[in-house]
């Protein structure tokens, strides 16, 4: 009861509002209002699928936040987080005679889009459904950066970190797809990059990068590639606690460091040393995408291999992120409304918020458990035991 309850404690509250901004953070990326079809290829948005309008496998269609919102309300509708360069499809070829409510005339398909089994509410490379009922399990899923599947970490062939302290990851099948980024991973990647000892795999990426060095080599006004020095021990230091960002890791910013120009980064690896195991899912530092080599003769081979996008330090999630607070879409309207409130307000807001979510994930859970359907009765039931339990601690805290 809230006249015996304790009161929560401030530096749990801060952390239940940092919580709260990150779950908020990808929908406020996003324009709630408006369909992003007329944005073109948007560079990073929430995207959603729907299996009440394309429940075919072989058709798989997205849908921005504001269709999800208002052409698929009431629908099955599943996010699939966010998506890089996508178009939103609503109304188009794939949905039949169903037309988007916001922008009519749309082309018959994106062709541009991609598509992979999360579409269908499949993920990993076990092709499960999230969540899956017959998984006890409760493995957390990370996302790769690449591909954006989404995996469990049981099944990346590598040790993890704690789910929270996850940073950019790539799955081993990607980076077989660009073996160059072994090279980089022997040197950036947070350790330990796999778990099971294998026999060091031939190197075959020297041989692709010698015939580029061939016909790059007579002209040596191409552009340079900028090169971050690091000494060994403080390479060491950083990935002693790769889950601890720094804010130079946070904002890709190297004014600390010592910088020079130099023909080729990569090349310059390679002959540090070994790659080791070609084996497992990588995890980087948030600032490894600075450490890339941009010479002219990487840039072709990025954009031949389609990871162009690694280049870019606004394409990650951190990014995305971080500019869904800010403009153009403003932050979410339960953070604008506690920033109007003095601090005793924010504090009974947010943890009210956490004790709403912690009640509704209870609820799920036990439907789940007991095998029940969520229908509109038990939901209106739950709001009302809630409302019930709200008053009694009221009046409880009023005597």
Not at 43 to 56: D, E, G, I, L, Y
Request: glycine share 4%.
């Amino acid at each position: 009861m809230a006249a015996n309850k304790e009161e929560p404690d401030i530096d749990d509250s801060l952390a239940s509002e940092e919580e709260l901004e990150q779950a908020l953070a990808v929908l406020a990326g996003s324009d709630p209002e408006n369909c992003s079809y007329s944005r073109g290829y948007v560079k990073r948005q929430a995207v959603f699928a729907c299996s009440t309008c394309t429940p075919n496998a072989a058709e798989p269609a997205g849908v921005c936040l504001a269709c999800a919102n208002k052409c698929h309300e009431g629908h099955d509708i599943f996010e699939l987080y966010t998506k890089r360069n996508f178009r939103c499809d609503c109304g188009n070829s794939k949905f039949g005679e169903f037309k988007c409510q916001l922008i009519l005339a749309k082309d018959e398909q994106n062709n541009r889009n991609q598509y992979n089994h999360n579409f269908n509410g499949c993920y990993c490379t076990c092709d499960r459904p999230y969540p899956d009922a017959d998984d006890q399990s409760n493995d957390e899923m990370i996302q790769c950066i690449i591909c954006e599947d989404w995996l469990h970490s049981m099944h990346l062939g590598c040790t993890t970190v704690e789910p929270d302290e996850l940073q950019e990851m790539i799955c081993e099948t990607c980076m077989n797809k660009f073996p160059l980024l072994w090279t980089y991973a022997a040197h950036f990647a947070a350790p330990p990059v796999i778990s099971v000892s294998q026999p060091e795999e031939e190197v075959e990426v020297d041989v692709e990068k010698g015939a580029e060095k061939e016909e790059s080599s007579p002209s040596r006004d191409e552009e340079p590639s900028t090169s971050v020095e690091h000494t060994k021990q403080e390479e060491a230091a950083n990935r002693s606690s790769p889950c601890k960002r720094s804010h130079e890791e946070m904002t890709g910013s190297t004014a600390h460091a010592t910088t020079k120009t130099v023909v080729c980064r990569l090349e310059e690896l390679q002959a540090e040393g070994p790659e080791g195991q070609r084996q497992g899912a990588v995890f980087w530092p948030y600032s490894w995408r600075s450490q890339l080599c941009t010479c002219m003769s990487c840039k072709k081979l990025y954009v031949a291999a389609e990871v162009q996008f690694l280049m870019d330090q606004s394409d990650t999630i951190l990014a995305y992120e971080n500019k869904g607070m800010d403009e153009p879409f403003g932050q979410h309207p339960l953070m604008a409304l506690t920033n109007s409130m003095d601090r005793v307000q924010q504090l009974e807001v947010i943890y009210g918020f956490n004790e709403f979510t912690t009640s509704m994930t209870a609820f799920l859970e036990q439907c789940v458990a007991e095998g029940k359907t969520v229908t509109v009765e038990a939901v209106h039931q739950f709001f009302e035991e809630l409302r019930a339990k709200k008053k009694r601690r009221t009046n409880a805290g009023n005597q």
